[in-house]
């Protein structure tokens, strides 16, 4: 079961986007360190980066900020592109992160200790293709028969006056785990990740774990990409602007997303995509509100939830 906690629209409009343009890169440009620096900074955040020269090699880990648009290339020379050859909504830049333990994201200026909204996600193209066809390092997903029940998953927790989150946030990246192979998947399109739920925070701890894994670690390239990072310019703390908080399970899910809510009282739910296609509208009175999405593509998809008793409320869930 998936808690989330909704805010009222108007505060989720008080954000600052951070999308690394501020970098203004030429097309096909990756920064990894090597032009010395200890990290990156975009609207409120501060993404830390370790780069080491060894003459003939570097080495880097962290964060990288990318312009890179090849999607086609496996293997580690193209460790900087992200599998969608662009950032979100085809944006020029993105970020790219090489988890070694772990990757970090420090907040900035007035979104220190504050709610952070979400950040979008995408597999880098490294990942993506090592996990589908194998590599020298690494095993394809599924294996031979595609009966294999692997993994790549993203764990997300945060720190807040250095007391480190009980609570965490779970991100598949890919996921073989299925009966029906049919519905095992690799993401390969940007997919927001909802961070409000975590609570106020001063930094995010950004983890990786595999199926594929040897007493090295990872066999599976530990790499994500990340885009459009929303944080909520609000001075106030997160218990004094909560509205409800609702159960929506299973989430991802295949046919059915069912969401509960705290009280009864009458509520419309709208059902759009991420370009803000309408796909259904249910009204009910219920706590328990469930929504039928068979007829649906796999993706992110938004529900609007407004009530006359509670200011409008977006969750998110996805379809898989």
């Excluded at 009458?266 to 803000?276: A, K, M």
């Amino acid at each position: 079961m998936t808690l989330i906690i909704c805010f009222s629209y108007s505060i989720l409009c008080s954000q600052t986007l951070s999308d690394f343009e501020n970098y203004d890169l030429p097309i096909d440009s990756f920064l990894n360190g090597s032009e010395v620096t200890t990290g990156y900074s975009s609207g409120n955040i501060f993404l830390p980066n370790k780069y080491q020269d060894f003459g003939a090699f570097e080495s880097w880990s962290g964060w990288g900020i990318s312009t890179s648009t090849d999607n086609v290339t496996p293997g580690f020379i193209n460790q900087q592109s992200s599998i969608s050859g662009s950032g979100y909504n085809g944006s020029k830049t993105y970020a790219v992160s090489y988890v070694v333990g772990q990757s970090i994201i420090e907040l900035t200026n007035n979104s220190i200790g504050k709610v952070v909204d979400g950040f979008y996600i995408n597999n880098n193209a490294y990942a993506y293709y090592s996990m589908l066809d194998g590599d020298a390092y690494a095993k394809k997903f599924g294996g031979e028969t595609g009966n294999d029940p692997d993994y790549l998953l993203l764990t997300i927790k945060s720190y807040l006056n250095g007391t480190l989150s009980s609570d965490s946030i779970n991100f598949y990246l890919a996921d073989y785990r299925f009966e029906d192979n049919k519905l095992d998947y690799i993401v390969k399109d940007w997919t927001f990740i909802d961070l409000k739920p975590l609570g106020n925070v001063d930094s995010l701890i950004f983890s990786m774990s595999s199926t594929d894994v040897s007493s090295f670690g990872l066999n599976t390239p530990a790499y994500f990409c990340l885009d459009n990072f929303r944080t909520l310019d609000i001075s106030t703390s997160v218990e004094s602007i909560l509205d409800h908080t609702i159960a929506v399970y299973p989430n991802p899910s295949t046919d059915i997303v069912n969401i509960k809510f705290d009280t009864n009282e009458e509520r419309t739910l709208t059902v759009f995509n991420q370009n803000g296609k309408f796909f259904k509208r249910v009204s009910s009175t219920k706590q328990l509100i469930s929504i039928n999405t068979t007829d649906f593509i796999k993706g992110q998809y938004f529900i609007s939830v407004k009530s006359k008793q509670s200011p409008q409320s977006i969750i998110s869930i996805i379809k898989i």
